[in-house]
């Protein structure tokens, strides 16, 4: 069983940017491949990026490349999604999810465990 934490949601101004942090529970948190995913309001769930257990490969849904950065820190059981130039279009509940093997990263049903998101709000 692994428990998800997502934090560092908030308002910020288009342009800005903010750090979002997902503390994982699991003792053996670098058997996990990570992902991020979003959902607005009356949308679905989205992926925008993933990483496999090491850190040493990412990927990124094509409209994120060049704006968010995944990255994780095994030594502290945590995935972060650095976001750069927020667009009110970013605005979303943003969650991070966890399962063993890589697979299909955008299809959220193969994620085994999720956290309770973190909301981002841009303002225009």
């Known amino acids: 069983q692994v428990t998800l934490v997502e934090s560092g949601g908030g308002l910020v101004q288009t342009g800005g940017s903010l750090r979002l942090s997902c503390a994982a529970s699991?003792?053996?948190?670098?058997?996990?491949?990570m992902g991020w995913f979003r959902q607005a309001p009356g949308k679905e769930r989205e992926f925008r990026a993933g990483?496999?257990?090491?850190?040493?490969?990412?990927y990124y849904a094509d409209s994120m490349k060049g704006r968010f950065t995944i990255s994780r820190d095994n030594a502290k059981n945590t995935v972060y999604l650095q976001m750069n130039s927020l667009k009110p279009e970013d605005t979303a509940v943003y969650y991070c999810?966890?399962?063993?093997?890589?697979?299909?990263?955008?299809?959220?049903?193969?994620?085994?465990?999720w956290g309770q998101g973190t909301q981002v709000t841009v303002s225009s």
């Open positions: 699991a003792r053996t948190f670098s058997s996990y491949v």
């Open positions: 990483i496999t257990w090491s850190g040493s490969s990412t």
């Open positions: 999810a966890a399962k063993r093997y890589t697979g299909t990263w955008y299809r959220h049903d193969d994620y085994d465990y």
